[in-house]
T-cell receptor
Framework: AQSVTQLDSQVPVFEEAPVELRCNYSSSVSVYLFWYVQYPNQGLQLLLKYLSGSTLVKGINGFEAEFNKSQTSFHLRKPSVHISDTAEYFCAAAVSSGSARQLTFGSGTQLTVLP | DAGVIQSPRHEVTEMGQEVTLRCKPISGHDYLFWYRQTMMRGLELLIYFNNNVPIDDSGMPEDRFSAKMPNASFSTLKIQPSEPRDSAVYFC????????????FGEGSWLTVV
């Protein structure tokens, strides 16, 4: 079974500053990794995903994440945040066995961008 | 594409009443998921279906919860009787095919049981 840990529950940053949201996973098999964003009063929207290939994945809204197998991490980064990036961010993992395994979500990180 | 459609968006009900949440997945998606989100427990998978058949319902909290998928375009999650601790946001999501494909979420049904 896999598990996903998001190390920070709250991350406040000033507008135009860089941000990193941390995510670690544990799994005995290969995994697919995802970052989802949830804006207030809305559902989850996919930001980016890692399935295979290049370990640096670029997503929407200027976000990117790097898969690090040795550190079992998949941290999300953005070089310069905007007020509109204020939202909750979820890291998730799914085993890559080809079965219909569901996503396992982390507990979420609330990103608050301050003016 | 209209995305995953859930109804109602918001519901307030009294303890003991039956609650029915509805979901229309994206056309052509063969997997449907029901999740619950609370502050205490985060996002939890309740149950998922493949080709309208329930595959894993181990996340359903207790017998008061039931889910059905009578056809490929409709699913319900029912709570009977409802309790205040059922207050949460319930998300429906759907996916086409294998586990690496994107899961698309609805906007959620915000349930408050008083």
């Amino acid at each position: 079974a896999q598990s996903v840990t998001q190390l920070d529950s709250q991350v406040p940053v000033f507008e135009e500053a860089p941000v990193e949201l941390r995510c670690n996973y544990s799994s005995s098999v290969s995994v697919y990794l995802f970052w989802y964003v949830q804006y207030p009063n809305q559902g989850l929207q996919l930001l980016l995903k890692y399935l295979s290939g290049s370990t640096l994945v670029k997503g929407i809204n200027g976000f990117e994440a790097e898969f690090n197998k040795s550190q079992t991490s998949f941290h999300l980064r953005k070089p310069s945040v905007h007020i509109s990036d204020t939202a909750e961010y979820f890291c998730a993992a799914a085993v890559s066995s080809g079965s219909a395994r569901q996503l396992t979500f982390g507990s979420g990180t609330q990103l608050t961008v301050l003016p | 594409d209209a995305g995953v459609i859930q109804s109602p968006r918001h519901e307030v009900t009294e303890m003991g009443q039956e609650v029915t949440l509805r979901c229309k997945p994206i056309s052509g998606h063969d997997y449907l998921f029901w999740y619950r989100q609370t502050m205490m427990r985060g996002l939890e998978l309740l149950i998922y279906f493949n080709n309208n058949v329930p595959i894993d319902d181990s996340g359903m909290p207790e017998d008061r919860f039931s889910a059905k998928m009578p056809n490929a375009s409709f699913s319900t999650l029912k709570i009977q009787p409802s309790e205040p601790r059922d207050s949460a946001v319930y998300f429906c999501a759907s996916r086409a095919g294998r586990s690496g494909n994107t899961i698309y979420f609805g906007e959620g049904s915000w349930l408050t049981v008083v």
